[in-house]
């Protein structure tokens, strides 16, 4: 038995060698992959349902649909890469006139950054896992991917793993374009994130899961990008006039978000901040009707729901905090109890612990008194992935320097809908400033996530022969490109 | 007068001020602003020339040409900005009735960070500092800056600081959006960079100082990006059929590379590496004439000339490094003497000293027995801003895995040309992996320099009046956008 770095080496290098080869394989090949690996997750068919049912406590039509998503992502992406675009093709020609000094011929467009580690989500042990948006994403890139197994769903990571390489092998790559490690401690994570061949990292988690991440790879010889989506209260704001029309069903809309999928989403309404009045008296009490009558359901696994309760716990032990409804259904074993309570503003502005994410079916309501207090809740907020706005039309166009303060602290803006539902399309930021992500420049959701495994590099004075066909004079892959400054295809 | 952690955060107060209306301005204005800088930084005329070369040692030609670079920047991305498309925007338009869920309206652009903090360069006091080409990048993304001026030039930074102040009145924007500051130690810089109102650094120096920006970043409570470019040897390969045929050729143009500006370019060719053979003997004789030949150069300051002295020196010490040329005049003072040595791969691959930059006229030839020699020493290479294949066509197809291994080390990859004259163009990649640059995703130089200081918003069921123009169906502005999956104008 090989000791984790031992492993840990072996896999980088074989993902080296096929980095090599992989990265000049066709868009052609890399699409067929890509839809290879739908394929065979489709194949294992029932097995996989009942495994990660097993092993999440998710119900079947959670996991039916996330397997959706996850085969929908892997065509996805094998379309983005068939097509080609992505590549940001960039051509200036050479002006051998040009005086005081002749200009070079110079093109660029991006290339795949290396072996890439992923450490998978709890929460989606399909779609954002073994084979979820971080792995595909690096794969469409060109880029080899080990996918540290998420203790949580082994098995579920085993089989998926399992589709993969089957993809690999049908579509006749070298089998360090993906490897599948198990561990449970941290010496296996660290290992993968020290390794100087690994380029970049891939984590969806806990804030102190991925900041360690983040602060190992900066703390290396040579620093690496680590992608981590961690931790986001996703502030909804009710804004007064609508609320008072509207208190019923704001109320019912938001009882549906905080207990979909038993809270368990990283775009979970954890706060909610409006100004008090009748209006916001009758949507606290209908909120709190709605979440009495709500079920506990299993969390994922013992561990999440220790932290839910412990969380949870701390939050209603915190001075001024009040609880203002919860299931009203006995609670057993690893099964997390819906529940809201609320806060005043000034107290919410005085004490951090208030804006920490509590995962799991709760929502803190901050009372404020008038909109001064709003907003300064607001200008208070960290970074999330999502904010939203509640409130008609006509009402949200008189609070434009809220939304232009709520844009500085997220990812994801929001007009009269919840943060739960990521869409998986080009217009989608799945990311947002610190601590939502490590890096708010890039999104973990939708086709531009790519972006994050890739970096620019200039080709100058290439003859025609060796550029690669992206950035040949006759476009032969027909894509987009920025030529001598205009848009040409 | 105030400390420096009381200017640092004054400062940062104003621009963030500055910033919440400067983001919100119309690309008109923006554009204006640039413009307006370029005028005024022309406006300064001969002062602004006779500062520059009495604080660099630069002559005149250098700092003309180099203001016309700086002016030519500053329109080049009032042009962009203008234009409009830099901005990346997406629309997926909503499908109410999919099912099972109905989809959203999301659209997606790019939007400034916040307040960035420039450390100019010292070997380009315009292009690289105070109005350089992080200051207009940032600003025309729409972040305020704030400008250490570089030590090395401070009335060269104060005049060009005076005229982007002109310019910030002339526009009529907040004085908040341009800031300078003066400072010797490392405090004030600490000081900028630890500040939670800094958004991003924009860095160009060494080294040791773009890494400890770097590591102060990644440890501030809320880490932000560093762009620091600080390193690169800017390896030249020179393939054996071809410089048997153009030793003599070869050897010029590599004796005019290596001299420009005293080798005080971070694309300066500091290593040529090639397999030994009567061709490369012929090169070396030729090129050692022509450095002997080569006039010393005064040196950009004295900190610059005892840095070039003292590496250059512990260089030449090395076990198996021969000097091959060197200048036959006299050097004083603060001169840099122009000076070649050769090295035997075996010697080079087990010498990592000698693979750090010595920053001046000074370029080391690695000498390979074949081809598997070169080839390990291209493989051992640290990452670059620039590679170089000096062979004719036919000769260079034959070394494609040579290519291959190149590309994964650097930014810009250049056949049959010297690494020094950096375009500023769409096309260009002045970057590549650490540690050229803390941050391989991203170039300093051309268009692209705008992405470094900004990030994607999702903006989810926005009514149309309260969407930017950027994103409004009808696009007011006139600019590609990736309108359902579809690029469209």
């Known amino acids: 038995m090989n000791t984790p770095l031992e492993q840990v080496d072996a896999a980088l290098q074989e993902a080296q060698i096929a980095f090599f080869s992989y990265k000049n394989s066709s868009r052609k090949m890399k699409a ?41 992502q892997c065509r996805m992406f094998a379309d983005l890469v068939e097509q080609g675009d992505w590549v940001e093709a960039r051509i200036d020609t050479a002006l051998p006139d040009r005086a005081p000094l002749p200009k ?54 085993e089989l998926v793993a399992s589709a993969i390489k089957k ?11 993906f490897q599948h490690l198990h561990g449970n401690g941290f010496e296996l994570g660290q ?31 040579q620093p690496i990008p680590v992608f981590a989506e961690m931790s986001s209260i996703n502030p909804v704001i009710l804004l007064p006039k609508t609320l008072s029309q509207q208190a019923e069903k704001t109320a019912a809309t938001l009882v549906a978000s905080i207990t979909q999928g038993v809270g368990q989403f990283c775009t979970n309404p954890g706060l909610i901040i409006a100004i008090e009045n009748e209006g916001l008296d009758k949507f606290i009490k209908s909120l709190s009707e709605g979440i009495s009558n709500s079920l506990p359901g299993a969390l994922l696994h013992q561990g999440i729901a ?115 539902g990521v869409e998986v399309c080009p217009s989608m930021t799945h990311g947002g400033p610190f601590p939502a992500t490590t890096d708010s420049r890039f999104t973990s959701v939708g086709t531009d996530a790519i972006k994050r495994f890739v970096r620019p590099v200039s080709f100058q004075n290439f003859p025609q022969r060796l550029l690669p066909d992206e950035l040949k004079d006759n476009n032969p892959l027909g894509i987009w490109r920025l030529f001598n400054n205009e848009w040409k295809k």
């Open 306 to 420: 220790n932290n839910y309760n412990k969380r949870l716990t701390h939050a209603l032990e915190q001075n001024g905090v009040t609880i203002e409804g919860q299931s009203t259904s006995s609670v057993i074993d690893n099964q997390g109890k819906p529940l809201v309570a609320s806060v005043h503003a000034t107290t919410f502005l005085t004490n951090p612990l208030l804006a920490e994410e509590v995962f799991g079916p709760f929502s803190l309501i901050v009372k404020c008194k008038d909109i001064s207090e709003l907003n300064a809740v607001v200008s208070h907020l960290n970074g999330q992935l999502t904010a939203s706005i509640l409130g008609d039309e006509n009402e949200v166009a008189t609070y434009s320097s809220l939304i232009n303060t709520l844009i500085e602290k997220t990812g994801r803006l929001i007009i009269n809908g919840v943060p739960t």
């Open 167 to 177: 993809a690999v092998d049908k579509t006749g790559l070298p089998k360090g374009v």
């Open 32 to 72: 067929e992959f890509l839809r290879a690996i739908a394929e065979q997750i489709e194949a294992l068919g029932g097995e996989l349902v009942s495994t990660a049912m097993r092993e999440t406590n998710l119900p079947e039509a959670r996991i039916v649909g996330e397997r959706g998503r996850t085969t929908g």
């Open 191 to 221: 290992a993968l994130v020290k390794h100087p061949l690994t380029k970049a990292v891939g984590f969806t988690g806990s804030l102190a899961g991925g900041k360690a991440l983040f602060d190992l790879a900066c703390q290396r010889p």
């Open 104 to 157: 070079p011929d110079i093109r660029k467009m991006l290339i795949p950054v290396g072996p890439v580690v992923v450490f998978g989500a709890a929460n989606f042990p399909l779609a954002y896992s073994t084979a979820g948006g971080d792995t595909v994403s690096a794969l469409a890139a060109g880029c080899p991917v080990i996918v540290k197994a998420h203790p949580a769903h082994t098995a579920t990571s």
